[in-house]
DNA sequence: CCAAAAGTGTTGGCATTACACCCATGC
DNA sequence: GCATGGGTGTAATGCCAACACTTTTGG
């Protein structure tokens, strides 16, 4: 019996790799997507990713097909793995199983389209949860979650800085917050906790004269990863689920 | 080209699950563990999991091989699944990586031993880490980590409840928090925290008398799952002990 | 050219809440 | 000894008003 089950009872499996890179553009969340070059799915928006290859670590080969198929460096990325999707159809291929991984990225411009990819770009999140894009597989799954992963991590973490280029205004920061979390936040208390939250951030001493108004202070990443005490949505709000990350 | 990627440049791997199952018992953290029955690490104290089959969901495979080794009922049990290990070197046997859970547990009494595992049994957690125990593959590792998500998890949920029978007291549910985080904490403020909580605990009206002692009220669990205002450790307490798996 | 308006960033003032620390009481 | 309850001072927070600096508008 030991030897039927071992035989072939478990599944031989292939593993991908799939991630969700999210920005803020012009006051709204975007996602970056490629376009499938191959079946199945082809010509079909997804998310960047791919095949994890013999003897490569689950990290690695999410580095290699970010860098592969939309040119992104992940190096400098705070790329976090969050969750692995398993469901036995839901990959046409056979039994696929894949490693989600999120990171929160500046502004950056999308330069190539790589070998599987026939083209990369950020597209608003509002558009693909609309359902005005359908993505391949099961990506606006992934999407979802990584989503939630990443609201409830500006909460608690100081990633959100992740998404500003350096150097940035506190408001620059407090419009990331917006949103990612989707309504809008008080400048002064906003500005209050995060100035004191210890290594949060580092003020520069300059300021930039924005198009209008007057010039804000400019500030750089602080060393601390954790924010303490924790930057809380309002538990009324974080109650209620969020369907569109639209502005209140 | 495509051709020569295609044929075999990415891994068919196995996939199996790993099963941390937290409970408390005389006032120590314990996890269940299996002594494996088979090579490699025959003999070897494990955590509880095996191989996902064929058509299987992940989230079933790790309720079967609970319930096949432990004999423990995971359906009633807040199974969490919380990273993914892909590290090519951690399985002698080839390229396996394994989808871990997280769960905790009142104290169950351990029946079974099943069929890929002679023996099942809680140890307590520190006896792992203090390396009195050593476990097969990375488990060690993914104990580590389960248990701070699990740290982390009391924080922000109300799961906390699930380590107790019902009902119980708000005594015992403080020293479930004193246990996982590993120091006192202050009776009552705690009382205030998790009465005050919206969901948190229901009140039954009834007492129960210890042997010594003014009779503590006995709660049922609440509807909620979050906990609005969260029941954070202090700062300090967070900063020593806090990880964050990810990259870089 | 100057003055007022409008837009944005920054600072400060309460009132309320959450919390740590300590003490009192019931059984 | 343990569960429960309250009290006080401090910190964090929500709400709101005022102020600073800039550009735009309109005479």
Redesign the interface.
């Known amino acids: 019996m030991i030897n039927k089950t071992e035989r ?8 991908t790799v799939d991630l969700v890179i999210f920005t803020v553009r012009d006051d709204q969340l975007h996602v970056l997507l490629i376009e499938r070059g191959q079946e199945p799915f082809a010509d079909w928006p997804a998310l960047p990713g ?10 690695g080969a ?2 290699r097909e970010l860098q592969e198929e939309t040119g992104v460096d ?2 400098r990325l ?4 969050f ?2 999707y ?3 159809e839901r990959d046409p291929r056979g ?1 696929v ?1 894949t ?1 989600a991984y999120l990171a929160l990225s500046p502004d950056l411009p999308i330069a190539r389209a790589g070998t599987d990819a026939r083209a990369a770009d950020w597209v608003p999140v509002e558009a693909v949860l609309d359902g005005q894009i359908a993505l391949a597989f099961d990506h606006v799954l992934i999407l979802r979650e990584a989503l939630e992963r990443a609201r409830s991590q500006l909460e608690y ?1 100081t990633i959100a800085a992740a998404f500003c280029t350096e150097p940035f205004t506190v408001a620059e920061l407090r419009r990331v917050y917006e949103v990612v979390w989707g309504f809008k936040l008080d400048p002064s208390n906003f500005r209050r906790k995060v100035t004191r939250a210890h290594g949060f951030l580092r003020p520069t001493g300059e300021h930039r004269s924005p198009e209008i108004g007057r010039p804000a202070a400019l500030y750089r990443c602080g060393a601390a ?2 924010l ?3 930057l ?1 949505r309002s ?1 009324d709000v ?2 209620a689920q969020f369907t569109t990350p639209a502005l209140r």
């Open positions: 072939r009872e478990h599944a031989q499996v292939e593993v791919g095949y994890v290859r013999v003897g490569e670590h689950l990290d999410a580095l992940g190096s705070h790329l976090e793995q969750r692995t398993g469901d036995p039994r199983i490693v973490t990863r954790l303490s005490p924790p809380l538990s974080a109650d």
